[in-house]
């Protein structure tokens, strides 16, 4: 179970891309904010609605804290911790484009819907992203991770 969590985390991140909202500031503060926050997945949200994937969401959510440290040298940080103890931390890259529209991990790469220094929302094309069950591509259309910042 703790391994197909991180295979569909890892997964889901390889293939998210994500831009800053219109009307927020274009400047360098976008990519401060993600580097100067620790971030906590808290949920996907879906375009189309699917039982069986809001009820597997479910199930991630309830077992483990997943958590992202997004370091300036283009270096992320995962950690999740398994509410039956233990932790597993996998790294990867990322960088942000010139606008600070788009991010790229671990070379997929995405939109952002939201970038606030509480909230930082990534949306994700469907068919992806392959979570080992392929149904849920085809069924979800575009997913949106949602993240907020951990209280220090």
């Given at each position: ?88 931390t ?33 949306t ?10 392929g ?18």
């Open positions: 179970m703790k391994k197909s969590i991180l295979m569909l985390l890892a997964a889901v991140m390889l293939f998210a891309v994500s831009s800053c909202k219109e009307d927020d500031d274009q400047g360098p503060d976008k990519k401060q904010i993600i580097i100067d926050n620790q971030w906590k997945l808290t949920s996907v949200e879906t375009e189309n609605e699917s039982t069986e994937f809001d009820a597997a969401m479910s199930i991630v959510f309830a077992a483990a804290s997943i958590e992202f440290d997004f370091q300036d040298d283009g270096v992320y940080e995962m950690t999740m911790a398994s509410i039956l103890g233990g932790n597993e996998d790294t990867g890259t990322w960088s942000i484009s010139d606008d600070y529209k788009t991010i790229t991990l671990n070379g997929g790469a995405g939109n952002i819907k939201e970038c606030t220094n509480s909230v930082l929302k990534i994700s094309p469907a068919g992806t992203i392959d979570f080992g069950q149904e849920y591509a085809d069924e979800t259309g575009n997913l949106t991770l949602v993240f907020s910042v951990v209280a220090e």
